[in-house]
């Protein structure tokens, strides 16, 4: 079984060019936990043991071999979408969400967090309109650069 052991870096167009394309398509989780064997759209098992703290962001090429290169994409993945009535009322779920260890993302005015009881508690507690979602998850400060 081959082992990734180096965070991913720029890679020159030119260099996967003629190459297949393989993908690894990974949660917001399974992009942070980079030690674990790991299967690919194309069948191949791997394993990768990246440094502590590496994020996989989507679109990171995560090795290039003679013939074929794998490349991460985000799968998307259970979340509420919560809309706040107000600036306030965001602020204030917003430290909620933190409150408790939980992440958050902002888009199109709502707020996105992990599809959780514990989420559901707080909207309806809250008396906050929210919904069910399947979407690509990438919270706020999810990664080293953040």
Do not use: C
């Not at 030690?35 to 995560?62: M, N």
């Not at 005015?109 to 979407?135: F, K, N, S």
């Amino acid at each position: 079984m081959q082992v990734i052991t180096e965070a991913p870096r720029a890679v020159p167009p030119a260099t996967l060019a003629g190459k297949a394309r393989d993908t690894l398509h990974l949660t917001w989780e399974e992009r942070r936990w980079t030690r674990k064997r790991v299967t690919t759209a194309g069948g191949r098992e791997l394993a990768l043991a990246l440094p502590t703290g590496t994020v996989l962001d989507p679109g990171a090429v995560l090795l290039v071999e003679d013939d074929w290169y794998l490349v991460v994409e985000a799968r998307p993945e259970p979340l509420l979408a919560i809309f706040p009535a107000s600036r306030e009322e965001a602020l204030r779920l917003a430290f909620e969400v933190g409150n408790r260890h939980f992440t958050l993302a902002f888009e199109d005015g709502a707020l996105l967090v992990p599809d959780d009881t514990a989420m559901i508690q707080l909207a309806t507690r809250a008396g906050a309109r929210w919904e069910r979602r399947q979407a690509v998850y990438t919270p706020l400060g999810g990664g080293p650069d953040d």
